[in-house]
């Protein structure tokens, strides 16, 4: 499975753009992205996933290269309730196994 | 709310001890997986059912078993307990085997 790098931790002003990156550069053809955070000890929240084109949505926006070596997490207005870790998986689906590869992630800390 | 269940949310108990996890997926997931989060190791796969069979395993030890019924929900059973078993323990549904998991409130087990 693909191995991901991230930073171990970032900092980011409350209302501002916080910008998270991941290397993926071992990514095959066929593996999406998928980004989760954990605040303090909850449980992993789905934010976002794509494969080759950037994606959108309520939370967050994702930007995969078009080699598809790296990855951005954008959060556009971050808020206190941001503050958390932030995992870039690469996901494999094979044989019908659907498992996550949990790394060590980013503590994104907003501050006020 | 993910829409995923764990019960009960705190659990302490003795070494040598048995215990039962309880998940109950999202409404329609037929896949559940179990995931371990310690200190020392982060986050880990431990197991993967699709509709009631046992679809893959990761780092689970002998002493732990799960199993998936009719009615979908899930338990995780960890016996001979030791302290290093102290641990959150998450359980996530996706409605397929490909599909993007949901991750529960999670369980925190504490051996004493």
């Known amino acids: 499975d693909a191995k991901t790098t991230q930073p171990p931790s970032m900092d980011c002003a409350e209302g501002r753009a916080a910008n998270l990156p991941c290397n993926h550069s071992?990514?095959?053809?066929?593996?999406?992205v998928y980004w989760y955070r954990q605040i303090h000890s909850q449980g992993p929240q789905y934010i976002i996933h794509?494969?080759?084109n950037n994606e959108t949505n309520e939370m967050a926006s994702l930007i995969i290269t078009e080699d598809r070596k790296s990855s951005t997490l954008i959060l556009p207005h971050a808020t206190l309730r941001d503050t958390a870790v932030y995992y870039c998986i690469v996901r494999v689906y094979r044989g019908a196994t659907n498992k996550l590869i949990f790394g060590t992630g980013t503590l994104l800390a907003v501050q006020p | 709310d993910s829409g995923v269940t764990q019960t009960p949310k705190h659990l302490i108990t003795a070494t040598g001890q048995r215990v039962t996890l309880r998940c109950s997926p999202r409404?329609?997931?037929?896949?559940v997986y179990w995931y371990q989060q310690s200190l020392d190791q982060g986050l880990q796969f431990l197991i993967q059912?699709?509709?009631?069979?046992?679809?893959a395993k990761g780092n689970i030890l002998e002493r732990f078993s799960a199993q998936q019924f009719p009615d979908l929900h899930s338990e995780l059973n960890l016996s001979s307990l030791e302290l290093g078993d102290s641990a959150l323990y998450f359980c996530a549904s996706s409605a397929g085997p490909q599909e993007t998991q949901y991750f529960g409130p999670g369980t925190r087990l504490l051996v004493l």
């Open positions: 071992t990514i095959s053809g066929n593996e999406y």
């Open positions: 409404s329609g997931d037929l896949s």
């Open positions: 059912y699709y509709n009631g069979e046992e679809r």
């Open positions: 794509g494969l080759k």
